[in-house]
Each structure stands twice: as structure tokens, then as C-alpha cells.
């Protein structure tokens, strides 16, 4: 279940996007254009296995590059440093690298809001205790947002994923699932104008 601060961070995001929109930009999705960004953002991890379940509340960085196939499609390569845990000297991340396809909404707009799949590989690693270990795996999920233009080249986008990850740890099948929001900012370059 999603927390009420995730919640309530989307939230915010999600209107200060919108209000920051209210100001003159003059730019929308360009076919053909390449797009380079980074985010930063909070991530919750839940997991429940082992006849256990626990949660955990930390951050996450990234930085993304894709190209805009046209005005409605985008193919992005991901990645992302996740931070799961860290307490009572175990830390915990992961990270991941993958494709996401994007579909916008309004790419005739300065606010773009966009639905996005992705998956991938990751990798997830414990130290702790002067022991360390890592395990490979993959994810799936998907999730949306919002981009706006602040200007033809430059924007700023929020956006909020649900992915579950694949690990086998000891013979056994780790399934956590991980909720982030993001907000970071991008650049669009290249490409042609879409026709009217």
C-alpha cells in the first residue's frame, strides 16, 4: 500500500507543475528529437516474504535519453540508483537498467502528460556486518507523469512508477516492489516540428 507521504509528495509535484505552467512557455513533444534528462526523487519498497513483511522509505537518482519516434511515442534506456535500506549498519540498493516506452496525451501542448511502461535488468547489492553480497534480476511496471516545456529545449517533468522486481536469492524467489516519484529535468533537442 502506498504510503500517505508518497502520496501527498505526487500530489504536490503534480500542482506545482501545473502552476508553473500558468507562465508563458511556447513548446511541445518534437518528432524526431533526441531527449537527455536527470531526476531525483523517494522511493517505497515493500516486500512481503519469508513469512514477513517490511517497508522502507529513501531516495533514488536517475538519468534517462530516448528518442521520440513521433508526437505520440517515445523510447527511453533508464537508469536508476535506488537506495532500499539503510540501518543498524545493512545498507541495501539496487540498480536498474532498461527500456521504457512513453505514449503522450496533449504532445501539441506545453503540459504533456504521458503514460509509461518499462523494464529491465537490475542488480541489488547488501553490505553490512564487514560481509557484502549481490544478486542480478529484472523488473516490470510502468506508471505516468507529467513534462512541461519551460522552454522549446528545456523542461520539467514528475512522474510516478510501480515496478516489481524479480530476484533469486538462495534458491529462493525475492519479489519486492518498488513505488517512486520522481521529478527532474530534461532537454529536447534535434527533430522536426510536428505539422498542425
Not at 505526487?10 to 507543475?17: I, N, S
Not at 537506495?83 to 496525451?105: E, I, P
Amino acid at each position: 500500500m502506498i504510503s500517505k507521504f508518497v502520496r501527498g509528495l505526487f500530489t504536490v509535484t503534480v500542482l506545482f507543475t501545473f502552476l508553473v505552467a500558468l507562465s508563458a512557455a511556447r513548446a511541445q513533444v518534437t518528432p524526431g528529437s533526441v531527449m537527455v534528462g536527470a531526476s531525483v526523487g523517494y522511493n517505497h519498497t515493500s516486500i512481503s516474504q519469508f513469512s514477513t513483511s517490511e517497508t522502507w522509505n529513501r531516495y533514488n537518482i536517475g538519468a534517462t535519453g530516448g528518442y521520440n519516434v513521433d508526437q505520440w511515442i517515445g523510447a527511453f534506456f533508464e537508469y536508476n540508483y535506488i537506495s532500499v535500506l539503510s540501518q543498524d549498519g545493512l545498507t541495501v540498493h539496487a540498480n536498474t537498467y532498461g527500456g521504457a516506452a512513453r505514449f503522450y496525451l496533449l504532445p501539441k501542448s506545453k503540459i504533456v502528460p504521458y503514460g509509461v511502461f518499462d523494464g529491465g535488468g537490475a542488480s541489488t547489492a547488501f553490505s553490512g556486518g564487514g560481509e557484502s553480497e549481490s544478486f542480478s534480476g529484472s523488473y516490470v511496471g510502468g506508471g505516468g507523469g507529467v513534462a512541461y516545456y519551460l522552454t522549446k529545449n528545456l523542461g520539467a517533468a514528475a512522474d510516478i512508477r510501480f515496478n516489481r522486481y524479480a530476484f533469486s536469492v538462495e534458491s529462493e524467489n525475492v519479489n519486492p516492489h518498488i513505488v517512486t516519484v520522481d521529478g527532474g529535468v530534461f532537454y529536447q533537442f534535434g527533430g522536426k516540428k510536428a505539422m498542425k
